[in-house]
Each structure stands twice: as C-alpha cells, then as structure tokens.
C-alpha cells in the first residue's frame, strides 16, 4: 500500500530545485503541503489532511538532512583549468569515421597543448577540439556527415579524488550551481577523476568565478 510519506518523497525528489529548497530550510513546509496535496490526494484517490503531509515532509526534510553534506563535496574540488577557444563539431556514425578519428590523433599527438575528445554515441559522434584544428579536421573528416557544429565554446574542467567517484550527488550539486544562475551547458565530458563542462565564451569567466567560490 502506497503511504503519504512515500507519494510526498516521490515528487520532492522528482523536483531537484525543492529538495534542495526543502533541504536548505528557505521552503515553507505548509506552504509546500498546500501545493503538493492535490497531486497526494489523486495518487492515493482519497483525501488527506494538511497536516499528514506536514509530517511526511518534515520526516523527509530530517533524511535529506542526514545525507552527505554539500560541504564535503565542494572542498573535495582540485585544481580548476579553463580553456578558450574550443569547437564542437557532431558527425554521423560511419565505417570510414574511426579511421578519420586516427589520422586526426596521428597529427596532433605530440602537441600536449592540443584539448581533442571524442564522444562515440550509437548514431552519433562528436569531437571537441581547440578551434585553431578545424581546417585540419575539415579535411580529414571531409567525407564525414556534419551534423551539427559550433564555436565559440570554452571548457571548465575541475578535478576530484577518487572517493567522489561512487558517492552520489556531486555532478548534481555542480550542475544544479550552474543552472541556478542560467549558464546554459553545452557539453560534459568526464574521466575518472575529472570533469569538463562545455560553456558559452560569454559565461566562462562566471563559471569559473562560481565553481572558484566553491572551494573558499
């Protein structure tokens, strides 16, 4: 039999932006139960007391309480990288498009300085690269379907020890930081202890100033 407990941490938790309000105490519960009573009530297709789910909301508000804090997380960030001047471009998955993807590693692999990622989907492939290769990559990948292309990108990559990598929420908390101010996400790319996030040159400078905060 489904309770109130489990509807109300269903539709909290389907809501980052509420369970982080709710977690934070800047949501009114009361309020909060007014607002999600009517979908409770049609759930369990009968009607509930306000005050049931004030209590729910409130057990609930203690587990998200108990979780891994937001501050273990942020002081685990290392160093912070921000490269300008990156182009993404998506092709079509082909036969021919591996053998492109080895010639362009062939040009470039002694140039340390170069940023090259490949992203392999099941109908799709997109290569992110420093803008100074796309006459290069124009000619190797000439016979390759574009799908899509944009420059004028930056990339933030931050780094984080090994623990973060089985321990849930951190992406979340990055993203969720980014989204609150309206810094739209082009691409993200990670590795094992680090990520990269894909911004407009317009918001580099704020992504970087926002995840910097993070540390202090």
Same mark, same amino acid.
């Given at each position: 039999m489904i309770t109130i407990s489990q509807v109300a941490s269903t539709? @909290?938790?389907?809501? $980052?932006?509420?369970? +982080?309000?709710?977690?934070?105490?800047?949501?009114?519960?009361? =309020?909060?139960? %007014?607002?999600?009573? $009517?979908?409770? *009530?049609k759930k369990l297709h009968k009607k509930i007391e306000s005050g =049931? @789910? @004030?209590? =729910?909301?409130? %057990?609930?508000?203690n587990k998200l309480s108990a979780r891994l804090s937001e501050s273990r997380f942020l002081e685990s960030i290392g160093n912070i990288t921000? %490269?300008?001047?990156?182009? *993404?471009?998506?092709?079509?998955?082909?036969?021919?498009?591996? *053998?492109?993807?080895k010639k362009l590693y062939n040009r470039i692999s002694q140039n340390k300085d170069l940023f090259c990622s490949f992203s392999q989907g099941v109908r799709e492939t997109t290569l992110i690269i420093n803008s100074s290769? *796309? +006459?290069l990559v124009g000619k190797i990948f000439a016979?390759?379907?574009?799908?899509?292309?944009y420059s004028g990108l930056s990339s933030v990559t931050i780094t984080y020890p090994v623990w973060i990598v089985e321990t849930p929420g951190f992406y979340y908390i990055i993203l969720k930081l980014l989204a609150w101010h309206g810094i739209n996400i082009f691409e993200i790319i990670s590795t094992y202890t680090e990520l990269t996030i894909l911004v407009s040159e317009k918001d580099?400078? %704020?992504t970087f100033a926002l995840l910097n905060r993070l540390r202090r």
């Open positions: 539709i @909290i938790e389907n809501s $980052p932006f509420l369970e +982080d309000g709710l977690k934070k105490g800047i949501i009114n519960i009361s =309020a909060l139960a %007014r607002l999600i009573k $009517p979908e409770i *009530e =049931a @789910i @004030i209590v =729910a909301l409130n %057990r609930l508000n921000v %490269r300008s001047k990156i182009t *993404e471009v998506t092709f079509g998955n082909s036969s021919s498009l591996f *053998e492109a993807q290769l *796309e +006459d016979d390759e379907k574009v799908i899509y292309k580099v400078e %704020r």
